[in-house]
């Protein structure tokens, strides 16, 4: 299988332990990284600005997204302009409403407006893929998360949604269209026939299907032309985290709850 060797979408992997995490640096197949603070949490991180920084000292020349955890809008500001000043190469997730359903369409706008690298996350709709295009700079770089796989848990193909989220970014040439939550390597494929920029494999600890996905995927990497000792290790095969005690981060709703379904309307 050499399939993968050639797709042009490219893989983050998405999780939070800092030894597969270099690990899988050494894979060139990963492009760049996503944590978010429920992950960090499951993974066990105590103090979000350490795992952070030990995460940039040993990842500094690939695309990583942080997450910001507070839930108003000038908190998220604070954070994220903090967060973004960590490294060159840090993106901030932003998600795409906080946990009272507020479009975070300002925050997303004066970021971008500032040069911020936002990675706007949890977005489950169309409507709010249009209104994340309209907020941000076509100066700025920007991600676009759309939970495909959560879209999918309500019943609803997420293929055509992603489709048109190609489509509706096309007015924000710098921004890139992440394919997040995905279920089955086929997402993989999907992701790339539709000319979505980003896809993550998620490596964390407890999420049954996407460990059976990394489980492929890295069987898959495996049998392609990339170092032997470079093949990222299955979770269960990864030592503990060692992080510093401190304050662990926060649960946001965003992260751990599926909101409601967004796109198919009642059948009745
Ligand atoms: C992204 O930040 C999330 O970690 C992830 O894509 C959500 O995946 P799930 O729907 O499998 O929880």
Not at 52 to 80: C, H, N, T, W
Not at 189 to 200: K, L, P, Q, V
Not at 207 to 228: I, Q, T
Request: with cysteine.
């Amino acid at each position: 299988m050499t399939a993968l060797a050639n797709i042009k979408v490219k893989i983050f992997a998405d999780g939070a332990d800092l030894d597969s995490m270099k690990a899988m640096y050494q894979n060139p197949l990963i492009k760049g990284f996503t944590t978010n603070p429920t992950l960090m949490r499951k993974d066990g991180v105590t103090d979000y600005e350490s795992f952070a920084r030990d995460v940039i000292k040993a990842i500094p020349d690939r695309p990583l997204s942080f997450e910001v955890f507070a839930d108003d809008e000038s908190g998220m500001e604070r954070q994220a302009l903090e967060i973004a000043s960590w490294g060159s190469n840090v993106n901030v997730k932003i998600p795409v409403t906080n946990t009272k359903g507020k479009f975070m369409g300002d925050v997303i706008r004066r970021l971008s407006a500032a040069g911020v690298i936002v990675n706007v996350t949890a977005v489950m709709a169309l409507d709010q893929v249009r209104r994340i295009a309209d907020s941000l700079d076509e100066k700025t770089a920007a991600i676009v998360s759309v939970f495909a796989g959560r879209i999918a848990d309500t019943g609803v193909d997420p293929l055509p949604v992603m489709t048109e989220a190609v489509d509706i970014l096309k007015s924000k040439p710098k921004a890139e269209l992440l394919w997040a939550s995905p279920r089955e390597l086929l997402n993989i494929f999907h992701a790339e026939e539709i000319g979505c920029h980003i896809i993550t494999v998620t490596t964390g600890r407890s999420k049954a299907p996407a460990r059976r996905l990394w489980r492929y995927f890295s069987y898959s990497s495996s049998r392609l032309p990339v170092r032997r000792e470079s093949r990222a290790p299955f979770p269960d095969e990864m030592p503990g985290p060692h992080f510093r005690p401190g304050s662990a981060p926060a649960v946001r709703a965003s992260d751990s709850e599926v909101p409601e379904p967004p796109l198919r309307k009642s059948q009745g």
